[in-house]
């Protein structure tokens, strides 16, 4: 849901992205045009601190921020009081703080359940643009932020030749989903597409789609570059 998703991932076209969950157990997926390769999830077991785990809805925090709109000091720390002030949870300032890291100020605004996995919606109050973005979250509480891809995307040959015909082109955030599928061996597949354009108020010139695999514990297994349609 620098999102990520937060690191460069895709130059030119994505935006920033952040880590990805670490690695779960392998599982099979539905056979895909061999261009298309698996991107295993980025280990953040070597991070220093361990990126913060998203425990469930406790992390949500909704509360008044009229204040740092109107304020003269930085909104990312005014956020932070603004949380303090308003009893948000540990959780919920957890993640914030961690969005504060890669440079965002921004919260958890709503939380819920699909398939066993949790879908947080990420609020980013002081965004001229996009103000929300999605991370899906494993049963072991790590975030993938499904607005960031890894690096690796970049050999995907379908993303090389729409860089090719539109240079210019980005994708704009946020991903919208699209459809569930069911995996073998009772895993869960959730895809999103996100749209590329040259700038917020252009034409729709395609859109990315990647798919999310999870486990049947609902660990995270991999994220998955579909194409651009």
Same mark, same amino acid.
């Given at each position: 849901?620098?999102?990520?998703?937060?690191?460069?991932?895709?130059?030119?076209?994505?935006?920033?992205?952040?880590?990805?969950?670490?690695?779960?157990?392998?599982?099979?997926?539905?056979?895909?045009?061999?261009?298309?390769?698996?991107?295993?999830?980025?280990?953040?077991?070597?991070?220093?601190?361990?990126?913060?785990?998203?425990?469930?809805?406790?992390?949500?925090?909704?509360?008044?921020?009229?204040?740092?709109?109107?304020?003269?000091?930085?909104?990312?720390?005014?956020?932070?009081?603004?949380?303090?002030?308003?009893?948000?949870?540990?959780?919920?300032?957890?993640?914030?703080?961690?969005?504060?890291?890669?440079?965002?100020?921004?919260?958890?605004?709503?939380?819920?359940?699909?398939?066993?996995?949790?879908?947080?919606?990420?609020?980013?109050?002081?965004?001229?643009? +996009?103000? *929300?973005?999605?991370?899906?979250?494993?049963?072991?509480?790590?975030?993938? @932020?499904? $607005? &960031?891809?890894? /690096?690796? %995307?970049?050999?995907?040959?379908?993303?090389?030749?729409?860089?090719?015909?539109?240079?210019?082109?980005?994708?704009?955030?946020?991903?919208?989903?699209?459809?569930?599928?069911?995996?073998?061996?009772?895993?869960?597949?959730?895809?999103?597409?996100?749209?590329?354009? +040259?700038? *917020?108020?252009?034409?729709?010139?395609?859109?990315?789609?990647?798919?999310? @695999?999870? $486990? &049947?514990?609902? /660990?995270? %297994?991999?994220?998955?570059?579909?194409?651009?349609?």
């Amino acid at each position: 849901m620098r999102a990520t998703l937060l690191a460069g991932c895709i130059a030119g076209l994505l935006l920033a992205g952040c880590r990805q969950a670490g690695p779960g157990p392998a599982m099979q997926t539905p056979a895909t045009d061999a261009s298309n390769a698996i991107l295993p999830p980025l280990d953040d077991a070597a991070q220093d601190p361990p990126p913060s785990r998203v425990p469930g809805p406790e992390a949500v925090w909704n509360g008044p921020l009229e204040h740092c709109r109107t304020g003269t000091g930085a909104v990312d720390a005014c956020l932070a009081d603004a949380m303090r002030a308003g009893d948000a949870s540990a959780a919920a300032i957890a993640v914030s703080e961690r969005l504060r890291g890669r440079g965002e100020a921004g919260h958890v605004s709503a939380w819920e359940e699909r398939d066993g996995v949790g879908v947080a919606t990420i609020g980013y109050p002081f965004r001229a643009n +996009t103000n *929300h973005g999605t991370w899906l979250v494993d049963s072991r509480g790590r975030p993938t @932020d499904v $607005d &960031s891809l890894a /690096e690796s %995307a970049l050999s995907v040959p379908s993303i090389e030749a729409f860089r090719t015909s539109h240079p210019d082109a980005r994708a704009f955030a946020p991903a919208e989903f699209v459809e569930r599928q069911a995996l073998p061996e009772g895993g869960v597949r959730f895809i999103y597409a996100t749209p590329l354009r +040259t700038c *917020h108020a252009c034409e729709t010139l395609g859109h990315l789609k990647v798919a999310y @695999d999870f $486990d &049947s514990s609902r /660990e995270f %297994a991999g994220q998955q570059v579909l194409g651009i349609e």
